[in-house]
């Protein structure tokens, strides 16, 4: 059975930093790319970031990218996301995802990827 587990969400003031983990089993870990996406209410799930299967290539939102940054760590089965300069407009809840995809990439589509968590709420309050 796969599983995705995500902690470190929680309520920061903007201009904070917080760090995410997302940690995988059921899996083969290092043939799925990792990708983290966000959900604030009345709104569609968006890609944050992605990272390809070896960890060497990331891909990040125009909004996020220079604050935000993905990592992973295929011996512990984990993907780290560490976000600083928090804004308000970050607060959703987060989502890890992996996408065992055929080519090492990073897919932006919700639908591509095959396994979820049970996400984590970010707030980031003004």
């Known amino acids: 059975q796969v599983r995705l587990v995500e902690s470190g969400g929680g309520l920061v003031q903007a201009g904070d930093s917080l760090r995410l983990s997302c940690a995988a089993s059921?899996?083969?870990?290092?043939?799925?790319?990792m990708g983290w996406f966000r959900q604030a209410p009345g709104k569609e799930r968006e890609f944050v970031t992605g990272?390809?299967?070896?960890?060497?290539?990331?891909y990040y939102a125009d909004s996020v990218k220079g604050r935000f940054a993905i990592s992973r760590d295929n011996a512990k089965n984990t993907v780290t996301l560490q976000m600083n300069s928090l804004k308000p407009e970050d607060t959703a809840v987060y989502y890890c995802?992996?996408?065992?995809?055929?080519?090492?990439?990073?897919?932006?589509?919700?639908?591509?990827?095959?396994?979820w968590g049970q996400g984590t709420q970010v707030t980031v309050s003004s």
């Open positions: 995802a992996a996408d065992r995809g055929l080519f090492d990439g990073v897919r932006s589509r919700a639908g591509a990827y095959d396994y």
């Open positions: 059921g899996l083969t870990f290092s043939t799925f790319a």
């Open positions: 990272i390809t299967w070896s960890g060497g290539r990331t």
